[in-house]
Each structure stands twice: as structure tokens, then as C-alpha cells.
């Protein structure tokens, strides 16, 4: 069974970073693409970062380029959302999934065939 789990959340104040961690279980991270989505209270999900199975292909939404950066640590089965510079509007619940392959559609990227979600961990920024 397919199983992730977020950690990492905070609230921190506008400027500051955090280093999101999701961890997986049940599967080898180097066979799957990982991404991590966003949600906030009235808004769509939105496609955050991904990464492909081998860690050669990073895609990365608008609003997030130049501040985070997405990373797998294969020996720790773990892939990581460092997130710089962060703004009041990168508040959300956080998400991570997995599943077959990574594309990108509206500036957004999407993972292909989600296998599972993990549980979601809140990021809250204040101004």
C-alpha cells in the first residue's frame, strides 16, 4: 500500500521559510513521481511542485518559481518542499501525492494516475 506522510507545517511570518517533508512508505520513491499541491479555504487545488520518478524533470507553478524548490532524498524514501521567501498568499494545506508521471497543464503541475494522497500539513504565513 501506497502511503504518504507530510510534515513540516507551520506558522511562521512573511519572508521566512519552511522545509516541508513527505514521507513515503509501502513503495520506492524512485519508481514514482511525487508532487505537492496546495489548498487553500475557498480556492482551487493548485499544483505546487513535482518531480519524476528519477529526479531529472522539476516543474513548478508561476507563483512559486525562484522561492521553492522540490528534492528527494532516495535513501530517506522522503521528498522535501523547501520553500523560501514566503508570502501571506502561500498560506494553505499542503498536500503530497504519487503516482506515475508529471506534466504540466496551466502553469500548474499535475501528476499523472495519483496512486494516494498523504494527509495534508497547514502553512500559514502572516504579514
Known amino acids: 500500500q501506497l502511503q504518504l506522510v507530510e510534515s513540516g507545517g507551520g506558522l511562521v511570518q512573511s519572508g521566512e521559510s519552511l522545509r516541508l517533508s513527505c514521507a513515503a512508505s509501502?513503495?520506492?520513491?524512485?519508481?514514482?513521481?511525487i508532487g505537492w499541491f496546495r489548498q487553500a479555504p475557498g480556492k482551487e487545488r493548485e499544483g505546487v511542485s513535482c518531480?519524476?520518478?528519477?529526479?531529472?524533470?522539476?516543474r513548478y507553478a508561476d507563483s512559486v518559481k525562484g522561492r521553492f524548490t522540490i528534492s528527494t532524498d532516495n535513501a530517506k524514501n522522503t521528498v522535501y518542499l523547501q520553500m523560501n521567501s514566503l508570502k501571506p498568499e502561500d498560506t494553505a494545506v499542503y498536500y503530497c501525492a504519487v503516482g506515475e508521471a508529471i506534466t504540466t497543464v496551466q502553469a500548474q503541475c499535475v501528476v499523472v494516475r495519483v496512486h494516494s494522497w498523504g494527509q495534508g500539513t497547514q502553512v500559514t504565513v502572516s504579514s
Open positions: 518531480i519524476s520518478s528519477k529526479g531529472d524533470s522539476t
Open positions: 509501502g513503495f520506492s520513491l524512485d519508481h514514482y513521481a
